[in-house]
């Protein structure tokens, strides 16, 4: 199994711009997360989502979009890039958390810079 | 508003001696808290969790230690290795078993020293 995967591992862009960030997982996960992190700072949760077609926000969503066609795909858009999203975005996946295990799987990440 | 606070953000300690990671946490509704480490250019990888309804979980070299009246918990590597030098993170669910949303905390920097 590949796991997690994040494409790309890194991107600059400029101010306005719009990109998407892909993340996949080959280990039939239902649940999905999208976090970004700081220099200095933990990890934030941008959105989830808890199967296909099921998206919500998270601590830090303003400035970004999601949607969850399949089960193996959790695409990340960034509409109108601002210097402010500078971040290393970070996702993941787990498990159905009936078992409270709640272990989540990342990927290793995408760089970004906007400038 | 922190939720998950980790107040040392770096910590060295010798090869071969205890590191004592320590994490504190605001929300008493939290009811399950795992550790991550993270080596750079790399994603979190998992590495010990521990429900609210225990005070104390070991796997191998790695013990997590959970004090629920002073919301404080703290990871023990025994012994430490250089190879455990990595950012260690601190999280917490607040009981959403349909979501498994987790609260991080800031991390801390482990270096050990051969």
Same mark, same amino acid.
């Given at each position: 199994?590949?796991?997690?995967?994040?494409?790309?591992?890194?991107?600059?862009?400029?101010?306005?711009?719009?990109?998407?960030?892909?993340?996949?997982?080959?280990?039939?996960?239902?649940?999905?997360?999208?976090?970004?992190?700081?220099?200095?700072?933990?990890?934030?949760?941008?959105?989830?989502?808890?199967?296909?077609?099921?998206?919500?926000?998270?601590?830090?969503?303003?400035?970004?979009?999601?949607?969850?066609?399949?089960?193996?795909?959790?695409?990340?858009?960034?509409?109108?890039?601002?210097?402010?999203?500078?971040?290393?975005?970070?996702?993941?996946?787990?498990?159905?958390?009936?078992?409270?295990?709640?272990?989540?799987?990342?990927?290793?990440?995408?760089?970004?810079?906007?400038? | 508003?922190?939720?998950?606070?980790?107040?040392? !953000?770096?910590?060295?300690?010798?090869?071969?001696? @205890?590191?004592?990671? #320590?994490? *504190?946490?605001?929300?008493?509704? %939290?009811?399950?808290?795992?550790?991550?480490?993270?080596?750079?250019?790399?994603? !979190?990888?998992?590495?010990?969790?521990?429900?609210? @309804?225990?005070?104390? #979980?070991? *796997?191998?070299?790695?013990?997590? %230690?959970?004090?629920?009246?002073?919301?404080?918990?703290?990871?023990?590597?025994? !012994?430490?290795?250089?190879?455990?030098?990595?950012?260690?993170?601190?999280?917490?669910?607040?009981?959403?078993?349909?979501?498994?949303?987790?609260?991080?905390?800031?991390?801390?920097?482990?270096?050990?020293? !051969?």
């Amino acid at each position: 199994n590949a796991g997690v995967t994040q494409t790309p591992k890194f991107r600059i862009l400029k101010i306005g711009q719009s990109m998407t960030l892909q993340c996949a997982q080959d280990m039939n996960h239902n649940y999905m997360y999208w976090y970004r992190q700081d220099p200095g700072m933990g990890l934030k949760l941008i959105y989830y989502s808890v199967g296909a077609g099921i998206t919500d926000k998270g601590e830090v969503p303003n400035g970004y979009n999601v949607s969850r066609s399949t089960t193996e795909d959790f695409p990340l858009r960034l509409e109108l890039a601002a210097p402010s999203q500078t971040s290393v975005y970070f996702c993941a996946s787990s498990y159905s958390t009936l078992t409270h295990k709640n272990e989540q799987f990342f990927g290793p990440g995408t760089r970004l810079t906007v400038l | 508003d922190q939720q998950v606070k980790q107040n040392s !953000p770096s910590l060295s300690v010798q090869e071969g001696r @205890i590191s004592i990671l #320590n994490c *504190d946490y605001t929300n008493s509704m %939290f009811d399950y808290f795992l550790w991550y480490k993270k080596y750079p250019a790399e994603g !979190p990888t998992f590495l010990i969790s521990i429900s609210s @309804i225990k005070d104390k #979980n070991e *796997d191998g070299r790695f013990t997590v %230690f959970l004090n629920k009246s002073a919301k404080h918990l703290s990871l023990h590597i025994v !012994p430490s290795q250089p190879g455990d030098s990595a950012v260690y993170f601190c999280a917490a669910s607040a009981g959403i078993r349909n979501t498994g949303k987790l609260i991080f905390g800031q991390g801390t920097t482990l270096q050990v020293k !051969p």
